[in-house]
Nanobody, 123 residues
Framework: QVQLVESGGGLVQGGGSLRLSCAAS????????MGWFRQAPGKEREFVAA????????YYADSVKGRFTISRDNAKNTVYLQMNSLKPEDTAVYYC????????????????WGKGTLITVSS
């Protein structure tokens, strides 16, 4: 079992920055691929970013590439999402997810999910 708790959400002005954190606990937390998804009001949940268990490779949705950075600190069992140049269209509930591999996460088949944290970007 892996438990995931997100933090760092809030209200930010367009062009601003926020950093989300996802604290993971459980036996396999440090060996799981981790990712971030988001769901905007009235829309389906979408992939944002993912990182391999060792932090060696990261993957991004085209909509956030160059603005968001995913990283992890396995000593702290924490995954981060640094979000820069935020836009109103980034407004969504952001979810942390863990799975066996990045492809698993990318396909939305994560085994574990956090409860989400709301990001609101004002124009």
């Amino acid at each position: 079992q892996v438990q995931l708790v997100e933090s760092g959400g809030g209200l930010v002005q367009g062009g601003g920055s926020l950093r989300l954190s996802c604290a993971a606990s459980g036996r396999t937390a440090s060996t799981s691929a981790m990712g971030w998804f988001r769901q905007a009001p009235g829309k389906e949940r979408e992939f944002v970013a993912a990182i391999t268990w060792d932090g060696g490779n990261a993957y991004y949705a085209d909509s956030v590439k160059g603005r968001f950075t995913i990283s992890r600190d396995n000593a702290k069992n924490t995954v981060y999402l640094q979000m820069n140049s935020l836009k109103p269209e980034d407004t969504a509930v952001y979810y942390c997810a863990a799975g066996s591999s990045v492809p698993t996460l990318y396909n939305g088949s994560a085994r574990y999910w956090g409860k989400g944290t709301l990001i609101t970007v004002s124009s």
